[in-house]
């Protein structure tokens, strides 16, 4: 039926199919949006989670851009101070800048450098990554499956039954989560040169991993690691005395306690429900712009300063789309559904 529609209105003079944004594209060029709402509503298509559209939502609804106004304004009001100093400079009684003006860039820079500090809109596409590691037969695999509700690893009382990794991405509560399920880690020698890579390739993802939940002895995981004592349903299980959480995931016992532990640490990772979140080439750009007004505090000419004020200008006319390039737009609006 599609198709047909389609046919038809094909067959009509002057008409077409829209190009993947072009809708988007077209509010872009008329000044009916700028570039960062544009890259809000981008993402909102692309949300999968509760979290991930409350962010994008901000962005499309102009919270950044507002925010970057704001700064723009700021370093206007500067870069006047200045050029009344250019001005007059000539003169015997010409002004200095006032003492206050220093203070007021450091201002800024500080702003600039708390919203940097967020976490960045990236981590809600990627989620909140948590590797479960531990020995050979701690139970990460059945925990693996209970977190993900899913049957992804395979789960054998024989141990190195996980060679390899395994990653499941998630909700939780409207937070995004990648699971990741590990070979057991064991340095006894016993292991064969199949099990050795998984190891190996286990050990790598400790590094990655926003929160590592650790099934194995007391004390034996990284730094920050939260100590899970799994297995509570078995006979001969041994509690751990400082454990995070003790669970079993065969039974469910516990298991709500845990993910709701999750969902919290995650939620103070990720950016804030309805808060608007920087993008890579957004975080560029602003960083572009502290770093201009961080170069102006160190200079007492009028001339130098202004040109690092002009600097910061510039930074966020790239940042909402006043100063961009065919190429970068073509790569934004690619990512849209046809005509959206």
Same mark, same amino acid.
């Given at each position: 039926?599609?198709?047909?529609?389609?046919?038809?209105?094909?067959?009509?003079?002057?008409?077409?199919?829209?190009?993947?944004?072009?809708?988007?594209?077209?509010?872009?060029?008329?000044?009916? #949006?700028?570039?960062?709402?544009?890259?809000?509503?981008?993402?909102?298509?692309?949300?999968?989670?509760?979290?991930?559209?409350?962010?994008?939502?901000?962005?499309?609804?102009?919270?950044?851009?507002? $925010?970057?106004?704001?700064?723009? =304004?700021?370093?206007? /009001?500067?870069?006047?101070?200045?050029?009344?100093?250019?001005?007059?400079?000539?003169?015997?009684?010409? @002004?200095?800048?006032?003492?206050?003006?220093?203070?007021?860039?450091?201002?800024?820079?500080?702003?600039?450098?708390?919203?940097? @500090?967020?976490?960045?809109?990236?981590?809600?596409?990627? !989620?909140?990554?948590?590797?479960?590691?531990?020995?050979?037969?701690?139970? *990460?695999?059945?925990?693996?499956?209970?977190? +993900?509700?899913?049957?992804?690893? %395979? +789960?054998?009382?024989?141990? /190195?039954?996980?060679?390899?990794? #395994?990653?499941?991405?998630?909700?939780? !509560?409207?937070?995004?989560?990648?699971?990741?399920?590990?070979? /057991?880690?064991?340095?006894?020698?016993?292991?064969?040169? #199949?099990?050795? #890579?998984?190891?190996?390739?286990? *050990?790598? $993802? &400790?590094?990655?991993?926003?929160?590592?939940?650790?099934?194995?002895?007391?004390?034996?995981?990284?730094?920050?690691?939260?100590?899970?004592?799994?297995? @509570?349903?078995?006979?001969?299980?041994?509690?751990?005395?400082?454990?995070?959480?003790?669970?079993?995931?065969?039974?469910?016992?516990?298991?709500?306690?845990? *993910?709701? !532990?999750?969902? *919290?640490?995650?939620?103070?990772?990720?950016?804030?429900?309805?808060?608007?979140?920087?993008?890579?080439?957004?975080?560029?750009?602003?960083?572009?712009?502290?770093?201009?007004? =961080?170069?102006? $505090?160190?200079?007492?000419?009028?001339?130098?300063?202004?040109?690092?004020?002009?600097?910061?200008?510039?930074?966020?006319?790239?940042? %909402?789309?006043?100063?961009?390039?065919?190429?970068?737009?073509?790569? &934004?609006?690619?990512?849209?559904?046809?005509?959206?």
């Amino acid at each position: 039926m599609v198709a047909a529609v389609e046919r038809a209105l094909a067959a009509i003079p002057g008409l077409r199919r829209a190009e993947a944004g072009e809708f988007t594209r077209r509010a872009f060029a008329n000044g009916r #949006i700028d570039l960062a709402e544009a890259e809000g509503l981008g993402d909102l298509l692309a949300a999968e989670t509760e979290l991930a559209r409350a962010a994008a939502l901000a962005n499309a609804g102009g919270a950044l851009s507002r $925010q970057v106004e704001g700064w723009r =304004e700021r370093v206007l /009001g500067l870069s006047a101070e200045v050029e009344g100093v250019l001005d007059f400079s000539d003169e015997e009684d010409s @002004a200095d800048l006032p003492e206050c003006f220093t203070w007021n860039i450091a201002a800024l820079a500080q702003d600039l450098r708390q919203w940097l @500090a967020r976490p960045r809109s990236e981590r809600l596409g990627e !989620g909140f990554r948590v590797v479960l590691a531990g020995p050979p037969n701690a139970g *990460k695999s059945t925990l693996f499956n209970a977190l +993900t509700e899913s049957e992804a690893a %395979i +789960t054998s009382p024989i141990a /190195g039954t996980t060679r390899d990794v #395994i990653e499941r991405s998630v909700a939780i !509560g409207g937070v995004p989560f990648t699971f990741v399920d590990t070979a /057991g880690l064991r340095d006894d020698g016993l292991a064969d040169e #199949i099990e050795s #890579i998984g190891i190996d390739r286990a *050990k790598s $993802q &400790l590094a990655r991993a926003d929160l590592v939940l650790w099934l194995g002895p007391e004390g034996g995981g990284p730094p920050g690691a939260w100590e899970i004592a799994a297995q @509570a349903d078995r006979d001969g299980f041994v509690p751990k005395r400082s454990a995070s959480f003790t669970l079993s995931a065969t039974s469910g016992e516990g298991l709500g306690a845990l *993910k709701s !532990g999750l969902v *919290k640490a995650a939620r103070d990772a990720l950016p804030k429900p309805g808060e608007a979140a920087l993008n890579a080439r957004q975080h560029a750009r602003l960083s572009e712009a502290a770093e201009a007004l =961080e170069g102006a $505090q160190g200079l007492s000419d009028p001339l130098l300063i202004a040109e690092e004020l002009r600097r910061a200008r510039l930074a966020f006319d790239r940042l %909402i789309g006043r100063a961009t390039t065919e190429d970068m737009l073509d790569t &934004l609006f690619g990512r849209f559904c046809i005509g959206k």
